[in-house]
């Protein structure tokens, strides 16, 4: 497994934007596909974005899609999600997934085996 640590939340109005990042440790960060994902409170964990080990592939939730963008740098061992146009509803905790690279399945929260801890984003109306 590897170890994740997400950044760059934090209070902002609609309308505005945020970048996260996700820094992971622990083991060859090019072999894994990662992922974000997102939980308001009293609701279930849901999908926002991933992107394949590879870098080539990305996917996103309908509800983001066209605000948000997800990417990584192997360089610096780091997955990024950039997200304008903010909205309310996109008020949540947000967190950093990792899972082995070419499994498939990028929407599934059960394939990913390394979270963070998470970080809340704030969407002042």
């Known amino acids: 497994q590897v170890q994740l640590v997400e950044s760059g939340g934090g209070l902002v109005q609609a309308g505005g934007s945020l970048r996260l990042s996700c820094a992971v440790s622990?083991?060859?960060?090019?072999?894994?596909?990662m992922g974000w994902f997102r939980q308001a409170p009293g609701k279930e964990r849901d999908f926002v974005a991933a992107i394949s080990w590879t870098g080539t592939s990305t996917f996103y939730a309908d509800s983001v899609k066209g605000r948000f963008t997800i990417s990584r740098d192997d360089a610096k061992n780091t997955v990024y999600l950039q997200m304008n146009s903010l909205k309310p509803e996109d008020t949540a905790a947000y967190y950093c997934?990792?899972?082995?690279?070419?499994?498939?399945?990028?929407?599934?929260?059960?394939?990913?085996?390394?979270w963070g801890q998470g970080t809340q984003v704030t969407v002042s109306a």
């Open positions: 622990g083991r060859t960060f090019s072999n894994y596909d």
């Open positions: 997934a990792a899972k082995s690279g070419g499994t498939g399945y990028y929407r599934d929260l059960r394939m990913y085996n390394s």
